[in-house]
């Protein structure tokens, strides 16, 4: 079952008997997910499975929902932060800090970041954070209090981003950044596989703050009543609300295409990420025409053969441009091929607070001098 034909089916819009059933099979399996997670969760609140504590500083920026959620900018951003904002305000942090040299653990199956890997060897967000922050190393392993080990080890690390670390408790942390996404916050109200929920809502209680992304893809009214389910689960936590803005678009050749340059052009997209829904009403968000699309599953593994079915796609709808997301890019650039139809080009996009970045900003910089008092 492909990723698309899943959601219709989880979130009920897919009708007959048969998807009943599955429905019903779904949440019996979800049934004995949401228990291996309840005590799991229980165990590390009494204390009696351990978190591991490394000496770093460490950061984690996770979900509580599978598909795509928007944490990836937010890391870039935060990495941004810590290395350029915070080596101006070293007096006001621990001496360890003072050099801001930061790692990004994430997980994988390569044990770090080499540059003569091919792109499709590991995950697109690994790529995304070594073109988008060359001062910091990417550390890819599963075994997180492993990853940090070693970013200590071979790097010296003195500020620890984890990745997708909100359920990986093992590896303790000094704050826990959440990410839940404005176009379905909540995984259709159900546990994996039922829904999209990694975990129960209630365990937002555990965060230090929640980031709302995509804020301008649902009314105005949606997001209001989003912060206030959020505060009304977790009063403590500071909640913060972003898009992803677009900047521009790159070509194969690299060169930049502005906003203005899309606009009222017939474009095709195709994407393999969580959210594609998201990602092609950014495109119309611009003004562009959207021609047509082709969505594959996340994660989806790119060949010339797909590219040569977008092209396909592409030229019978008439495109004059082909889009993609950067995580996609990541995958495809390698297979690209100089040709005579509609462009290929990336869209760059970043995080951007519509509210609450000075709450999260003064957050970290308590987190890198140890000011947050843990809980469980």
């Not at 912060?227 to 403590?236: D, F, M, S």
Request: glycine letters at 8%; proline letters at 3%.
């Amino acid at each position: 079952m492909d990723q698309q034909t899943y959601r219709k089916l989880i979130s009920g819009r897919s009708a007959g008997a048969a998807a009943g059933l599955l429905r019903c099979g779904l949440r019996v399996a979800a049934a004995g997910y949401g228990l291996a997670v309840g005590v799991r969760s229980f165990l590390y609140s009494r204390g009696w499975l351990k978190a591991h504590r490394v000496d770093a500083a460490v950061i984690s920026v996770g979900n509580i929902t599978a598909g795509g959620t928007g944490k990836t900018p937010l890391v870039v951003w935060l990495c941004k932060v810590i290395i350029s904002d915070f080596k101006s305000q070293i007096s006001n942090l621990k001496s360890q800090i003072a050099d801001c040299r930061c790692a990004i653990l994430t997980r994988g199956y390569k044990a770090a970041k080499d540059t003569e890997l091919n792109a499709q060897d590991y995950s697109d967000e690994v790529e995304i954070f070594a073109q988008s922050c060359p001062e910091v190393k990417v550390i890819v392993d599963p075994d997180r209090v492993a990853g940090a080990e070693e970013a200590l080890a071979k790097f010296g690390a003195s500020v620890l981003v984890m990745d997708d670390g909100f359920q990986h408790r093992r590896l303790a942390r000094d704050l826990d950044i959440v990410v839940v996404d404005a176009t379905e916050p909540f995984g259709y109200g159900r546990l994996l596989p039922a829904g999209l929920l990694r975990e129960p809502v209630s365990s937002l209680k555990r965060a230090h703050a929640i980031v709302i992304t995509r804020c301008d893809q649902v009314p105005q009214a949606d997001v209001d009543g989003l912060e206030r389910k959020l505060v009304a689960i977790n009063p403590n936590a500071v909640v913060a609300r972003s898009i992803h803005r677009v900047l521009c678009a790159r070509s194969a050749d690299n060169q930049q295409i502005s906003i203005e340059q899309l606009k009222g052009r017939k474009v095709f997209a195709f994407c393999g990420i969580g959210n594609p829904n998201a990602f092609l009403s950014s495109i119309r968000d611009l003004g562009a025409d959207l021609a047509g699309s082709k969505v594959y599953d996340d994660h989806y593994h790119f060949t010339e053969h797909c590219l040569a079915e977008v092209r396909a796609e592409a030229e019978a709808s008439g495109a004059d441009i082909i889009l993609t997301t950067q995580k996609d890019w990541t995958k495809v650039s390698g297979l690209a091929r100089p040709s005579k139809g509609a462009p290929l080009a990336y869209l760059v996009i970043e995080i951007k607070f519509l509210a609450g970045q000075d709450r999260i900003t003064s957050l970290i910089e308590k987190a890198l001098a140890g000011r947050i008092s843990q809980g469980g």
